[in-house]
């Protein structure tokens, strides 16, 4: 399956910006609604996790205020620094294990929304439920390649940034290409998003950016509470440029084996 991927990413049409650009907007006004309760479902899961992180910080705070009030009486023996150190060591292990659950989260719900896009835009059945791909072998290849992002996404920004700019187009296309290939390993997947990301790079960079600032410049616009309603549009050109880059076979057929599974 890897290997018929490959070949249909090696010999996709290339894709037109315009074209790409109105298919996107067009789609946009029929999924607004349930990009809406994506973005919902993704901060219902992602608020208790901020919680959990800013724990420790209070917590540092409360130490650094007892560190105060020894220095200030002249208890000297108080072992600030080991606790410190200590806490704060503790504290980046939590960051880095919290944003990594978040964005393996983030990951699986924005998959599910490409399938969303492709029943409403192909017409065919409504899928199941927004946590299909954190069920069965699924549950550890979102982890795997959330973390893997993750990893991608901190060496190029330690690469002095611009590397950053690079991989951004394929570690966007990472989640619509596992949302419609959730078989293949995560490291054919990743292998595959960086090769359509290759061929694509130029217009999909432009779409990217171009329906981000959209998206936000059009939410700010409603009363700044509109951004939740168009947050979801920077979705619409990367499942389009999959669409017609790569396409569908069979679609009702696929989507029917799917949720038996």
């Not at 901060?43 to 800013?54: D, N, R, S, T």
Request: hydrophobic share 55%; net charge negative; aromatic share 16%.
């Amino acid at each position: 399956m890897s290997n018929t991927l490959f070949d249909k990413i090696e010999n996709s049409t290339p894709v037109d910006f315009g074209d790409i650009f109105n298919k996107s907007i067009e789609l946009f006004k029929k999924v607004w609604l349930q990009g809406f309760l994506h973005l919902l479902i993704s901060m219902a899961i992602m608020i208790p996790l901020f919680i959990v992180i800013y724990i420790p910080i209070f917590a540092l705070a409360g130490i650094s205020g007892y560190e105060n009030a020894y220095a200030e009486y002249g208890d000297y023996n108080y072992p600030s620094e080991e606790i410190s150190v200590g806490l704060i060591i503790l504290f980046v292990i939590l960051v880095v294990v919290m944003s990594m659950i978040a964005t393996a989260f983030q990951f699986g719900i924005t998959a599910h929304f490409y399938r969303v896009c492709r029943q409403v835009d192909l017409g065919l059945p409504e899928s199941s439920g927004y946590f299909m791909f954190f069920k069965g072998k699924y549950l550890g290849k979102v982890f795997v390649i959330a973390i893997s992002s993750f990893g991608i996404a901190l060496l190029a920004t330690l690469l002095c940034y611009l590397p950053l700019f690079y991989v951004m187009v394929p570690l966007q296309l990472l989640g619509v290409i596992f949302a419609f290939n959730p078989d293949l390993s995560a490291s054919d997947l990743i292998k595959a998003s960086f090769k359509l990301g290759n061929k694509i790079w130029l217009v999909a960079f432009g779409l990217i950016l171009i329906s981000s600032m959209l998206a936000q410049l059009v939410g700010m616009l409603l009363c700044f509470v509109g951004i939740f309603f168009t947050a979801s549009f920077i979705y619409m050109p990367i499942y389009t440029m999959y669409k017609d880059a790569i396409g569908f076979e069979d679609s009702e057929s696929q989507e029917d084996a799917f949720l038996q599974k």
